[in-house]
């Protein structure tokens, strides 16, 4: 399985980006799916997930509320929608795939698959 992040970028505070994942091989829509990020000198964190049907989310409490994670099973696709951008949500951004879809976690060691990760950067 192969994971593409993309649409990462450079963003005001208080700004939208949307981040989207396409999958390619293996069976994305029996995936559980996650975004984690990593911010300049600290540890992969985790920022949310969605299960295999999209019908079960969760949310990191750093995000929630402005951060949406959504997904295309028809198009191998997840997506997080980043709303009211603060710069302390300057990361690189990775999604990842958990084979266990039924039961989406937080933990990094879970997930199976990974993308290579997509910057996005938010000045004050």
């Known amino acids: 399985v192969q994971l593409q992040a993309s649409g990462g970028g450079l963003m005001q505070a208080g700004g939208s980006l949307r981040l989207s994942c396409a999958a390619s091989g293996g069976t994305f829509g029996s995936y559980a799916m996650g975004w984690f990020r990593q911010a300049p000198g600290k540890e992969r964190e985790f920022v949310t997930n969605i299960d295999w049907r999209g019908t079960s989310t969760f949310y990191a409490d750093s995000v929630k509320g402005r951060f949406t994670i959504s997904r295309d099973n028809a198009k191998n696709t997840v997506y997080l929608e980043m709303n009211s951008l603060k710069p302390e949500d300057t990361a690189v951004y990775y999604c990842?795939?958990?084979?266990?879809?039924?039961?989406?976690?937080?933990?990094?060691?879970?997930?199976?698959?990974w993308g290579q990760g997509t910057l996005v950067t938010v000045s004050s």
């Open positions: 990842a795939a958990d084979r266990y879809g039924v039961a989406p976690t937080t933990s990094i060691d879970d997930y199976d698959y």
